[in-house]
């Protein structure tokens, strides 16, 4: 496996980059931010990806993984529910080394955070099957079992009490409706409750920029399944984008 890869996290309304040192799963030097641009179109977001990969001197050697928020079914994106429609149907790594001239892997960013938290975060070494959940805009999933992604699991979108999760146990929503920690909780509740009696999983890991605020709403929740905050924070997507580069380049001829 290479030593060093460069993650991108493309989120609805930053996008964030770093070098990862696949030793140690750290971001070197320091994570960079940009806005999303709007619309956050690809090609908009590609142009933001290029002054990214040229402010962190990115050689056409090193790999680079992209992390996006929509299922990305060998490198295309079937649809997509937090950016710019113009994503649906596009052949992401083709397109962008089209435009840049690298190779990229492209991974959904619930998978990137899961590989993250697996590698180096709160599910190392956890056997069994592993649910990371990232809530944001919306409710990201990923899940691993004894280890190894099942890509695209698409769990933020089940069907529950007539509405798409998504949009009643998010964490956009709690601020939209400006809901209590107890009121989302429920919320909350009703979601993981009905996760873990179709995956009767060993561990669920919450991430999201409001996992880091776990302590409001975790203890609330009654479970069987352990129920942890990711470790790797707001690095998670960036992290695993540059996991999932580098496992392309080992397995790659
Ligand atoms: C998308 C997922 C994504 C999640 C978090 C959902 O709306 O369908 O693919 O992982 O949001 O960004």
């Known amino acids: 496996m290479a030593d060093l890869a460069f993650g991108i996290d493309i989120g609805g309304s930053a996008i964030k980059a770093g070098r990862v040192d696949l030793g140690s799963g750290s971001v070197q030097t320091r994570l960079s931010h940009v806005a999303t641009p709007m619309p956050s179109t690809p090609e908009a977001i590609i142009a933001a ?15 680079v993984g992209i992390s996006i928020p929509a299922p990305v079914v060998h490198g295309v994106v079937p649809s997509m ?23 990229v892997t492209v991974v959904n960013d619930a998978d990137a955070a899961a590989l993250g938290e697996v590698g180096f975060g709160a599910a190392k070494g956890v056997a069994g099957t592993v649910i990371v959940t990232t809530l944001g805009t919306g409710i990201g999933s990923g899940v ?6 099942v890509p695209n699991v ?5 069907e529950i009490d007539s509405f798409d999760a998504e949009t009643r146990a998010s ?8 809901l ?7 919320r909350l509740q009703r979601y993981y409750s009905h996760v873990e009696k179709l995956f009767s999983p060993d561990l669920f890991v919450v991430g999201g920029a409001i996992s880091e605020q776990s302590a409001h709403f975790l ?20 992290i695993g984008a540059a996991l999932a580069a580098s496992l392309t380049a080992r397995t790659e001829p």
């Open 219 to 238: 203890p609330l929740l009654d479970l069987r399944t352990p129920i942890v905050p990711a470790v790797l924070r707001n690095r998670a997507g960036v």
């Open 49 to 63: 990806m290029d002054r990214l990969l040229d402010l962190h001197g990115v050689s056409s050697t090193m790999p």
């Open 180 to 186: 209590s920690w107890e009121q989302w909780a429920a």
């Open 81 to 103: 529910a937090n950016l710019d429609q113009k994503w649906t149907g596009v052949d992401v790594p083709t397109l962008v080394e089209a435009r840049l001239g690298h190779p």
């Open 154 to 158: 698409e769990l933020g979108h089940l």
């Open 171 to 178: 964490a956009r929503q709690k601020n939209t409706e400006n």
């Open 144 to 149: 691993v079992v004894d280890g190894r992604l």
